[in-house]
């Protein structure tokens, strides 16, 4: 006996769907839920219009401090009292901001959400909020922004969002602030920043087994006592691309890799051309397969790992290639790359790349959609991007059905090999003189 | 059985494995488990084989991690690059992992493409060898040196793991080295060393097939003995040197690091029992009391309480491994303008506390709602399922055993968890690992 020499065929594949999607309006906010049967636990995920676009310039971080500040006590019970209340329900509060929008999850077996909502929304609209609280919790977020500063990676981002959008005020600054500017964040704002936009009924997200769940109880403990309408939204930022290529250099002394951001702007979320310039990226640095991790790190051995994708938002979008690579490689690694970037953008995408590419996002929504706090995620892009509730499906087919010409056409119009920002994050006395061989070199004030 | 939960007291559970559970025997050794569940269209195929960094000989430190590597690069019947090509290229997600006890393979598929995962499996199980090159080796070893420099050495504190595990167990026993392995023992590693560990310890009978998701067990088995059955047994498969220990330690070790470090920080580790104990049962309440969430021991009094601790920075966990004491990790990161000894001060005094003051019930019925929801979130997909599973299955001996942990975790009292801690948290048996910001001396 041997082992068995062809590869096997596909079997008969069951037609894909989107769990059922439920909607209810009461007390003043809509709850969107998806049913999942079987599932023990359940995830309620309250999304309100209050994203870090929000706040205040020099004052970047104000909504992280607000979210770290939510479990520090409510009116009701101290911080002690709450943290022993939530916990004993096997729940942790996630509280979070985004470009976007601020959310409040929480997780919990089925029976046990709607107290474990409760208890959120406790948090949420009604925190105690004392002064010496929230200041310590800003000096503590001050503390641990350094830390999470001093590893390789928040200054190279910071230094190439700076870059990317410097015209485009909160958009140039880090998602959470610097510990700059949250150490100028007064308690006085997160109070304001509080009273302005968490006060609203905003969306609730449910994904559990809705056999057992209350949606209206849950609609009760989310929306109770707020009030305000929908907010009106801003236009996209728009796309501008410098008139040429320019080189970073965030010193970094010692490093033993150089850390690796090279971007330019994209278009937001809303792009006609999002499917095809995803799976172009998919194509480029998305799958493993993709042309930059093989050549980077299966040909090369320069890195670990080397992506290359777009990121988008309700008002802006870039384009990012982020890799760790040797120290010793560090010219050779970003000349390959982009190399394989140019190629993209001028021949497009192969018909047997782009197969991979269609299969893997297709087959990604049901493979990485199983869990509660996944398909709450997914309920949330709906709301955020105004889809509708069947756009899973329409997604699914849209992946599969896009044509090597697309995708070849949004490559070349939405790669910019030219236009890009060389952010490089290393040993500046190693590979400074040759990091030169790329155009202008400055050196980040970040 | 389903699963019971009361509100709104702590969830009670009588299995924490409500879905069905299959197994058989392939001639050749191969153990194969099923679990069938239709919800969803997707299916996971898992393999533990029962080989991980505790088998490694002197001078072959990371060896079984980077072989991990190598089983990405093609087979006898798989070209290099087509593994990933096929499994992504079909809408799935994969990846291995290896750690001091074993090295497990995993992927994710819409179910119409179960066949094709079983069918690389095999191959790469049973004609590895053939495909093995240096070119690929070398490439490999380069990767695998570029992970330890992201993981381990560029980041600040990244070695602490490097340096407990030699402070926790004497030279010459299994989990004294990193399965990552030393940049020396990497540079020496030769292609015919690769091809004789494969070919001792990558056997059918030295390894575990979990099939969880949208298939039958009839199906799985008919699909395991076509592309797995013609795959020889390797008989004498050898031994990891013997993990028994005298527990606890007896002498107090500490080891003080300098470096590019932005604050203070303390690790305290106690080698504890081997994972699936009754007290190691005992640790993961303990641990969860003393470190996990904000209203846990540690959180309160030094991050709430004293504020001596930076609140994102402070936790303990025990390191789930089979073959030997695992350990326990408790750490903390000093706040502005607190020094190391203060630190030290104030976490050893919250340690001992587990011996001296009684856990209460409120912190053990917060602990065991914890540990629920963590169980219930790491059996929610297909992958979590099977990788349980396999586990079990390879290192006790039967899959069904699962189901019993999370109630054994719920019928854990006060009691033990007190008599866990005066037993493994002794300061005598402490190993204590800080380090300060400065120059590297």
Redesign the interface.
Known sequence: MTLVTTRPGTGAARPYAFPAVRRVTAHGGTVIAAHLPGQILASALLLLDAGAARETDGREGTATVLAKSLEEGTRKRDSAAYALALESLGAELSPGVDWDTFRVGVSAPGPLLADAMRLAAEAARTPKLDPADVARVRDDEVTALRMDWAQPGPRADATLRADLFGDDGRYSRPLHGDPTSVAAVTVDDVLAFHEAWLRRPGVLLVAGDLDALDLAALAEAAFDGTSGDPLEQAGPLGVRLPPRRRTILVDRPDSVQSTLRLGHRAPERATPDYVPMTLAATVLGGAFTSRLNHLIREVKGYTYGIRGSYAMTRRSGRFEVAAGVQTAVTAPAIRDTLGEIARTQREGVTEAELEVARSWRAGQLSVEMQTPGAIAGALATLVVHGLPDDYYETLRREYLEATVEQVSKAAAEHLAVDGLTLVVEGDGAAIREELTEFGDLIDSDI | MI?R????S??VATTGY?WPIETAQLANGLRVVVSEDR????VCVNLWYDVGSRHEPPGQTGFAHLFEHLMFEGS??VKK?EH???V??????LNATTNPDRTNYFE?????????AL?LE??RM??LVPALTQETL??????V???R???Y????YGDAWLRLLPLLYPQGHPYHHATIGSMEDLNAAALETFQAFHQQYYAPNNAVLTVVG?TTPAEVFALAE??F???ATVPGIPAAPDGTLPTPATEAVREAVTA????PRIYLSHRTYPFGTAGYDAVTVLATVLGN???SRL??RLA?GS?IA????IGAYGVDLAHAPAPLIITA?A??GVGIDALEAGLTEVVQSLIDEPVTP?EL??AK??L??AW??GV???GGRADLLGRYATQFGDPATAADRLPKWLAVTADDVTEAAAHVLRPESRVTLTYVPGEPS
């Not at chain 2, 939960?5 to 709104?8: D, E, R």
């Not at chain 2, 919800?39 to 997707?42: E, K, L, Y």
């Not at chain 2, 050495?153 to 600040?156: Q, R």
């Open positions: 699963a939960v009361t509100s709104p702590a969830p409500p919800t969803a269209p997707v006898q019947h690059t990933m090509k096929l992504q290229g079909n809408g799935g997600s994710t598929m819409p179910s119409e493409h179960l066949e094709l069918w095999a191959d049973g004609g070398d490439n490999q070893r380069e990767v040196k570029n992970e420099r992201q993981r050495e560029n980041v600040p949208d076509k592309y059955g013609a795959i590019k470090v932005p604050a969430g904000r209203g959180y309160q709430d504020r930076q609140p994102d920075y990161t706040k502005d409120d019925n917060r709602a914890l629920t929801t219930w979130r929610s997909t297909v």
